[in-house]
């Protein structure tokens, strides 16, 4: 319990993508899995690199478009239907082809909106805390610099060994992360 | 013999595409350039002027509307039968425009346009501008509009339903969504930008409010993941329903029987009309700012002339339908039909309609040489003569065939009076003053996609896709 101190974890600096890409293969294969990379922009295979292959959220995004077209479609018929019908010259009141706008704007509704909080809340935003932060150098991330953090819960992390690991990968810094 | 010297703008020759990116630039470059913009600690006296005369005349529509709330609308100019005037050639005028903005930012994304990355941030922050200045005009239009909600559906105590089967009320629900769909786009687009003023920012109350709105963004790999996912489905989501808003818009008139109005053409004519004035207007806004802030080496020419080439293309789509218009009045030997387009090339509104081919069919012709689209005034006047015509076909396409319908008992000419015309025009400093605001105070070209830019061109080489 006492074996680590009570920090977070290690974080690696890097100055360029492809630094930072390699760091996090290795990283990967050396076996630690509580790790993240942090990047000014999308770096493409990164996320597969520290293990992390698919998301969920087509599939939120698919059911919450689901949702708003079974709403949208289900409050014209009700409304023209059961709540308040309307004999126009013997029509039928389910005139779906007249629903069909207004279904379609409510799915595209829906969807825009479960793409967007499903986006947050998978990715746990907003957090105003978290323990990178404490790094001065990390203000760097969401400029010109790139990070590799190793987390202290990691069944494999020891301060020392890790540490001396992340500096056999970069030459730019290795700095203790306080919680 | 000297070695022949290698030259990074391989442009000047004309053989080779200018860059969508200057080259020489660094991650840190470009997010410090962009950034100065919005932290610089004094404001531009050109902003300071800028945005005084915009606020000066958004102040006019505000009098002008509260003017009207108190009087009612008799202080325009509509009458029975143009009961629809100003309020919605204003209304489709700064929807359309608002059209380029979402055409930018996902059809271009979705078709992996590099050239999009620079101007998308800007043209999305005129879509909701434009999106916001277009709701006005029919919510002042119902006469009394301090009960709008009842355009909304939810249990009242008088156990009234919208009507369903109404394209105004496919309206309410387009452009809501519109508005909604535009806004979410535009801020999950912003996410990673706020956290770089996060980071940036010296003055704590705004370091506070900008990281308040990143949300705790720190660039975490997963989080970019499922951000991109995010991202392109939205680009996916935005792309049809950009079509379906000025389809449902052109709905208003084509379900009606008016002659001139009920035309199966009226859909594509008018998602071709939204993409012709969005990127007029993106290049009218976009030449004066990328001069002011020196922005050339991030909005380059290729942007211009790119966009130049959209408008071309939009402004023939809309050529044709104007021909198709006049084909068919004839073809379908229906003298109401007739009537209506002979009306429009020799009625009172004449001038109007000939001032309309003027702009948006003859003068964008001009955009075939590549001399015009390369020189950046030219292309601006251009432009400005498209956003006159393209109000001028609303104008056309509602007040002609309003004004003389079936019975000649009824017809009735129309003017619009001052109150009219203070209404468009303060809504033109609403527009001009919130983008003001937006520039000082948010980045005006994405910086994180402009550093994924870096990357890409730089493998790419000068001159690359």
Redesign the interface.
């Given at each position: 319990m006492f074996r680590n101190p009570p920090i977070y974890g290690l974080l690696a600096e890097f100055h360029s993508?492809e630094e930072l890409l390699v760091a996090?293969h290795r990283t990967y294969q050396e076996g630690y899995r509580d790790m993240?990379?942090?990047?000014?922009?999308?770096?493409e295979g990164?996320?597969e690199?520290?293990g992390?292959h698919r998301?969920r959220?087509?599939l939120v995004?698919l059911i919450g478009?689901l949702i708003g077209c079974a709403s949208g479609f289900l409050?014209?018929y009700w409304?023209?239907v059961l709540?308040?019908p309307l004999n126009v010259g013997g029509r039928p009141l389910n005139?779906w082809p007249?629903?069909v706008?207004?279904t379609?704007?409510?799915t595209?509704?829906f969807?825009?909106?479960s793409?967007?909080l499903?986006?947050?809340a998978?990715?746990g935003?907003?957090?105003?805390?978290?323990p990178?932060?404490n790094v001065d150098r990390?203000?760097?991330?969401?400029?010109?610099r790139f990070f590799l953090a190793i987390e202290a819960r990691d069944p494999k992390f020891d301060h020392a060994r890790t540490r001396q690991f992340l500096e056999s990968l970069t030459s730019h810094g290795v700095f203790d992360t306080e919680r | 013999m000297p070695e022949p010297d290698y030259n990074p703008h391989p442009s000047e020759s004309g053989l080779v595409k200018p860059p969508v990116l200057e080259p020489g630039h660094?991650?840190?470059s470009v997010?410090?350039k962009i950034i100065a913009i919005v932290l610089a600690r004094r404001t531009p006296r050109g902003w300071i002027v800028g945005f005084a005369l915009a606020f000066l005349l958004s102040m006019v529509l505000l009098y002008a509307v509260t003017y009207l709330f108190l009087t009612g609308m008799g202080i325009w100019g509509n009458n029975i039968p143009v009961a629809w005037a100003f309020d919605i050639i204003n209304f489709v005028w700064w929807i359309g425009i608002g059209h380029a903005g979402t055409l930018i930012s996902a059809i271009l994304l979705l078709m992996r346009q590099q050239w999009r990355t620079s101007i998308n941030r800007f043209a999305e922050a005129m879509t909701l501008f434009a999106v916001a200045c277009a709701a006005l005009f029919p919510l002042i239009h119902l006469g009394r509009p301090w009960v709008f909600h009842w355009l909304f559906?939810y249990p009242n105590v008088m156990?009234?339903?919208?009507q369903?089967?109404s394209?105004l009320?496919?309206d309410v629900?387009?452009v809501s969504?519109y508005a909604?769909?535009s806004l979410?786009?535009w801020?999950?687009g912003l996410i990673?930008d706020l956290?770089?003023l996060?980071?940036?920012a010296k003055n704590l109350f705004f370091k506070k409010l900008y990281?308040?709105l990143a949300?705790?963004?720190?660039?975490?790999?997963?989080?970019?993941?499922?951000?991109?996912?995010?991202y392109l489905?939205?680009a996916g989501?935005?792309t049809?329903?950009v079509v379906?808003v000025h389809t449902?818009v052109s709905?208003d008139f084509a379900v009606g029987v008016l002659p001139g109005w009920h035309a199966t053409i009226f859909p594509p004519y008018f998602v071709a009309g939204a993409i012709f004035a969005g990127f007029a207007m993106v290049l009218t806004l976009t030449i004066p700012i990328r001069k002011f802030y020196g922005l050339e080496d991030f909005i380059t020419m290729r942007h211009l002339d790119n966009m130049a080439k959209v408008l071309l293309a939009a402004g023939l789509l809309v050529a044709y339908g104007y021909m198709m218009e006049t084909f068919l009045a004839w073809y379908s030997g229906n003298p109401f039909e007739e009537y209506v387009i002979a009306n429009r090339m020799r009625g009172p509104y004449a001038p109007a309609y000939w001032a309309l081919i003027l702009c948006n069919v003859l003068v964008p012709q001009a955009l075939w040489s590549q001399r015009i689209r390369k020189h950046v005034l030219a292309l601006w006047i251009v432009a400005m003569f498209v956003n006159v015509g393209m109000w001028l076909e609303r104008f056309i396409i509602i007040v002609t065939s309003l004004h003389r319908d079936f019975l000649p008992s009824s017809w009735e000419m129309y003017y619009a009076t001052i109150w009219d015309f203070a209404t468009l025009f303060g809504t033109i400093g609403l527009f001009l003053a919130l983008l003001f605001l937006f520039i000082r105070f948010l980045p005006l070209i994405s910086i994180?996609?402009m550093?994924?830019l870096v990357?890409e061109t730089q493998e790419q080489g000068p001159g690359g896709k």
């Open positions: 993508p996090a993240d990379a942090y990047s000014p922009c999308p770096v990164l996320a690199a520290i992390h998301t959220l087509p995004v478009g409050l014209q409304a023209s709540y308040y005139s007249a629903f706008p207004i379609f704007e409510t595209i509704l969807a825009a909106l793409a967007v499903g986006m947050l998978l990715n935003l907003p957090t105003p805390y978290h990178v932060f990390f203000a760097l991330a969401s400029r010109n | 660094t991650f840190a997010s410090d559906p156990a009234l339903m919208p369903f089967r394209p009320m496919w629900f387009a969504t909604t769909v979410l786009f801020f999950i990673p956290a770089t996060r980071d940036r990281g308040i949300m705790g963004w720190r660039g975490s790999a997963r989080h970019w993941h499922r951000f991109e996912m995010a489905l939205l989501l935005a049809p329903l379906s449902v709905f994180f996609e550093r994924a990357r």
